[in-house]
């Protein structure tokens, strides 16, 4: 256990003691109280960079995460013959994504997507009919594609936009490949662009311009990096490794209290006088092996912020309104047996009967080969709100028998891992990007004590959380 300073832990710890006993429902089962500089609530990409950065910078963590591994989206199948990753896949290139492979010694490799049509194949998942790819000029497309993003470059950084918010990021995904032309280049942009809650065609289309962004589309020129190993898994079992008892897993957040601006619990402002001047947040954890009390002067929230996934933080009217705008979608990974299709080829999901073919959801986006012999990678999503697990398993096997009437002799399926990834794509309607959603939820940045990063916050890559969290640190959390 490391403190900040000696002294105020102790200070703090017996205020908390007598601060605690005096409230209903807090419990008295664990009575050992740590102290952190920084408490980060959520293991997924951004809070463990954060975690692990912040140890570097020399300050004491604890990261709350509620399941019993870090890594959120990145999840490894380790199988006899070779790791199969079926979340997180491969990283655009940045120096911080470079800084935090480095830091545990994980050497990386350049991935180069082969983008040779002859490697993929479009079917209707509903029917396994063929569906044809759309004409026209990929190149000329993809190139107006890149001329709207240039016209932005601030998408690169976050949702830091100006006002009034230009009209082409308000625009319906479908009217702005419309405006500009863009359908030859459709089949691309959807391959990289899963997950979304309905018919991508409708989502604004600042969404779609920061998943499939100028990082990624360098990457797609370039290469991608990825660890030898090739397992995505193996970083955050490093940071487990490093973290230690700081790493507090399947564990949640039973409630906050925080201090707002003048030091003063937002809570008992009024009752508690002996706590003013104090500068810490109260945290109070459900852990496997009961309740862990954590003092920290700063927290880090990085799990999607919706109010459900925020009950006892303390939440004041304006952030709780801000909160409760997002909407988002089901996406599940899994790992299928199968065998019968060929053992190149990445098939993707497409409609014989919608604009540019764009798939019918929910369904299973794409089936992909891995380095195993007769073992798929599915990945399942597109409805609006949670899923079913059912629902998602179901589907993946309906989608793979659907495609025997393509011709292929698809073995009887059988998922051997699946994981939500649900709520994924935080996100919000034109009208509310247009009112200044993304001022209002930029302006929550350090407001009473508390720091955000993550997808909702920026983009659903983690090399740019990295670059993203990192700023967050040097900005906000190590200066305020
Ligand atoms: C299938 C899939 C494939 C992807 N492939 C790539 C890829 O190849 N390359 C890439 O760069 N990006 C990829 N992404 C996107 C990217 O990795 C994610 O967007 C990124 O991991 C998001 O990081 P985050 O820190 O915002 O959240 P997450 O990684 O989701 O982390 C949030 C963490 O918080 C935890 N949590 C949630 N609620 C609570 C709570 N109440 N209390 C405690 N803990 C909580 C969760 O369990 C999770 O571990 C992929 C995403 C998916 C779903």
Redesign the pocket.
């Given at each position: 256990m490391r403190f900040s300073t000696g002294t105020r832990v102790a200070a703090l710890a017996s205020v908390w003691l007598s601060f605690t006993s005096a409230l209903p429902g807090l419990g008295h089962d664990n009575d050992d109280v740590i102290t952190r500089d920084v408490a980060i609530?959520?293991?997924?990409?951004?809070?463990?960079?954060a975690a692990i950065r912040l140890r570097e910078l020399g300050r004491s963590v604890a990261l709350?995460?509620?399941?019993d591994?870090?890594?959120?989206?990145?999840?490894t199948y380790y199988d006899a013959a070779a790791p199969i990753?079926?979340?997180?896949?491969?990283?655009?290139n940045n120096t911080d994504m470079e800084r935090f492979f480095a830091h545990f010694n994980i050497p990386l490799v350049a991935e180069i997507l082969n983008g040779d049509p002859a490697y993929t194949r479009r079917y209707d998942f509903r029917t396994g009919e063929a569906v044809a790819a759309l004409g026209g000029n990929i190149i000329d497309a993809l190139t107006r594609y890149v001329g709207i993003l240039l016209q932005h470059p601030y998408l690169a950084g976050g949702f830091d936009l100006p006002d009034p918010v230009p009209e082409d990021l308000l625009l319906s995904f479908g009217d702005l490949i419309e405006k500009y032309d863009l359908g030859a280049a459709v089949d691309m942009i959807t391959q990289f662009d899963?997950?979304f809650a309905e018919n991508i065609l409708d989502y604004p289309s600042i969404y779609i311009l920061k998943y499939l962004d100028l990082a990624v589309i360098q990457g797609i020129q370039f290469g991608?990096s990825r660890p030898a190993s090739r397992a995505?898994q193996d970083l955050y079992k490093a940071a487990e490794a490093e973290l230690g008892e700081d790493a507090l897993l399947g564990?949640?957040?039973a409630r906050i209290q925080r201090q707002d601006d003048k030091g003063t619990s937002a809570h008992h402002k009024d009752t508690n006088a002996h706590h003013k001047g104090t500068s810490a947040h109260h945290i109070v954890v459900d852990t496997p092996s009961g309740k862990q009390r954590i003092i920290a002067n700063k927290v880090i929230v990085?799990?999607?912020p919706l109010l459900e996934?925020?009950?006892g933080f303390d939440l004041d009217d304006r952030e709780s309104d801000i909160f409760s705008r997002f909407q988002y979608s089901s996406?599940?990974?899994s790992v299928v047996n199968v065998t019968g299709l060929p053992r190149q080829l990445q098939i993707f999901n497409k409609a014989t009967d919608t604009p540019y073919h764009v798939a019918d959801l929910p369904g299973t986006f794409t089936f992909n080969p891995t380095a195993v012999e007769g073992i798929h990678t599915g990945?399942f999503g597109g409805g609006a709100g949670s899923l079913p697990e059912d629902q998602a398993r179901q589907g993946i096997i309906d989608n793979l028998l659907a495609l025997r009437n393509a011709g292929y002799p698809v073995s009887e399926p059988e998922i051997i891992a699946l994981?939500s990834?649900t709520p994924?794509g935080l996100h919000v309607s034109a009208e509310e990007i247009a009112g200044g959603f993304y001022r209002d939820l930029y302006g929550l940045q350090g407001y009473r004590g508390m720091y955000y990063?993550?997808?909702?916050?920026?983009?659903?890559?983690?090399?740019?959380?990295w670059e993203f969290?990192e700023r967050v640190l040097q900005e906000h959390v190590l200066v305020d």
């Open positions: 609530i959520g293991g997924g990409a951004s809070g463990t960079y709350i995460e509620q399941r591994e870090l890594g959120g989206h990145t999840h990753d079926y979340g997180v896949w491969i990283y655009t899963q997950g991608f995505n564990s949640t957040v990085a799990i999607p996934n925020l009950d996406y599940y990974g990945f994981r990834h994924f990063t993550g997808a909702a916050f920026h983009a659903h890559n983690s090399a740019e959380l969290t």
